[in-house]
């Protein structure tokens, strides 16, 4: 079974820039979560997708950024314009079913920095 | 919001020591969990917790989930240098917010061979 793939592995972009970042999670999992860690500090959560609808964004930054998931299958977190203080890894997470930690799974992160 | 305060931020041992790291909240948490995250790697799943009092153990790792439910533990014994990487513990409610997670901030072990 492949696990959650993100993509690209690394980017660094100009302030001001716009990023795209991927997300394909274990296929069937309904589940889909972003968090991202800033170095040195916690990995924080910013949303949580059941399937294409947003359950949960209390955790986004601020209107710079929007996560989609059409079709309830790959997401992407796009952020727009980047500031310095967005840099920082993000990890994207699936899961078969809400709560527990039923296959509960994260990727190996995109590594952004913003110059 | 909830905060877990992890300790110690970073840890440097010698191949065979045993190692212990913790982490305390002010919030009451259901389940507790321990992850290691490797370079370029995401957190993988060490150890669950799931009631108060639980102590586990996965190989030479063994975690407790506290009395209080404000707390845990990770202890790692005879430690080798494949050890290396960053813990972080992790806290999930139960009820509505119950597929978050609210993480430490790690503990950086660095294990010299």
């Known amino acids: 079974e492949a696990g959650v793939t993100q993509f690209p592995s690394h980017s660094v972009i100009e302030k001001g820039q716009t990023v795209t970042l991927r997300c394909d999670p274990i296929?069937?999992?309904?589940?889909l979560y972003w968090y991202r860690r800033v170095m040195g500090k916690e990995i924080k959560f910013l949303l949580h997708?059941?399937?294409?609808?947003?359950?949960?964004e209390s955790g986004m930054p601020n209107n710079r950024f929007l996560a989609e998931r059409t079709g309830g299958t790959y997401s992407t977190l796009k952020v727009q314009p980047a500031e310095l203080e967005d840099s920082g890894v993000y990890f994207c997470?699936?899961?078969?079913?809400?709560?527990?930690?039923?296959?509960?799974?994260f990727g190996s992160g995109t590594r952004l920095t913003v110059v | 919001g909830q905060q877990l305060n992890q300790s110690p931020q970073s840890m440097f041992i010698q191949e065979g020591e045993d190692v212990s790291m913790n982490c305390t909240s002010s919030?009451?948490?259901?389940?507790w969990l321990w992850y290691k995250q490797d370079p370029g790697e995401g957190p993988v799943l060490l150890i669950a917790?799931?009631?108060?009092?639980e102590l586990t153990s996965n190989g030479r790792l063994t975690a407790q989930f506290g009395i209080t439910r404000k707390d845990s533990f990770l202890n790692i014994s005879a430690s080798i240098p494949s050890d290396v990487g960053i813990y972080f513990c992790?806290?999930?409610?139960?009820?509505?917010?119950?597929?978050?997670?609210?993480f430490g901030k790690g503990t950086l072990l660095t294990v010299n061979p």
């Open positions: 997708f059941v399937k294409e609808s947003k359950q949960d």
């Open positions: 997470a699936s899961s078969q079913r809400t709560g527990g930690l039923y296959g509960y799974t």
């Open positions: 296929s069937g999992h309904d589940n």
């Open positions: 992790a806290g999930q409610l139960s009820g509505g917010s119950n597929y978050k997670l609210t």
């Open positions: 917790l799931y009631k108060a009092g």
């Open positions: 919030s009451i948490f259901n389940t």
